[in-house]
């Protein structure tokens, strides 16, 4: 079965600080993965995916996020945070199996960036 | 304007009582997926679906039935709500064709169960 951790529920950074957010996940193939970002009382959106080429993708807002196969991870990044990345992030997997289309979510890290 | 729409957006429910959470698409996505999101629990998948007439039962389906009687709708039911099935609900549609089986979110449906 497929799961996903995200290893820090909170974490706090100031404002210009570089931002490191982990995902490790657990599957027998390489699956889609995907960061999403909630804002206060709405739905998930999505800041980046990836499924295979450059393990270095790019997302929205300055966002990437690095693939790496051997430690089964896929961390977020971005080079200098404003306080308006203050959110709940998700990390998640899609198989992508012939025989299953479910989405699976870790447990989101909330981030909150000081002015 | 918003792609996938939820409703109600706010419920209060008795104890023992049916509830029917609502979820229309405009993305023509086939699959749609229920989500319930609890603090520790991030978001877990209830119920999910290929398409019109199909329900598959996602990580925690007990307590909770699902219909999909169209492309566009597909409905969350709990027949005998309980207070352990207060929560936040999102629905979501994707489509592993050409997306990647990126979803797209509604905005949540707050239900508290008295």
């Known amino acids: 079965a497929q799961s996903v951790t995200q290893p820090d529920a909170r974490v706090t950074v100031s404002e210009g600080a570089s931002l490191q957010l982990r995902c490790k996940y657990s599957?027998?193939?390489?699956?889609?993965l995907f960061w999403y970002v909630q804002y206060p009382r709405q739905g998930l959106q999505l800041l980046l995916k990836?499924?295979?080429?450059?393990?270095v993708v790019q997302g929205v807002n300055s966002f990437e996020a690095e693939f790496s196969k051997s430690n089964s991870s896929f961390h977020l990044q971005k080079a200098s945070v404003h306080w308006s990345d203050s959110a709940v992030y998700f990390c998640?997997?899609?198989?992508?199996?012939?025989?299953?289309?479910?989405?699976?979510f870790g447990t989101g890290t909330r981030l909150q960036v000081l002015p | 304007e918003a792609a996938v729409t939820q409703s109600p957006r706010n419920k209060v429910a008795v104890t023992g009582g049916k509830v029917t959470l609502s979820c229309n698409q405009t993305?023509?996505?086939?699959?749609m997926y229920w989500y319930r999101q609890d603090t520790g629990h991030g978001l877990r998948l209830i119920h999910y679906?290929?398409?019109?007439?199909?329900?598959e039962k996602g990580d925690i389906p007990d307590g909770y039935k699902a219909s999909r009687p169209s492309q566009e709708n597909f409905s969350l039911i709990l027949e005998l709500a309980t207070p352990s099935q207060t929560s936040v609900y999102f629905c979501?549609?994707?489509?592993?064709?050409?997306?990647?089986?990126?979803?797209?979110f509604g905005e949540g449906s707050r239900l508290i169960v008295v």
């Open positions: 990836y499924y295979s080429g450059d393990p």
């Open positions: 998640a997997l899609s198989p992508l199996s012939s025989n299953t289309n479910k989405v699976v």
């Open positions: 599957y027998s193939a390489t699956p889609y």
């Open positions: 979501a549609s994707g489509d592993s064709q050409n997306s990647g089986n990126t979803l797209y």
């Open positions: 679906s290929y398409g019109a007439g199909s329900t």
């Open positions: 993305n023509n996505h086939n699959n």
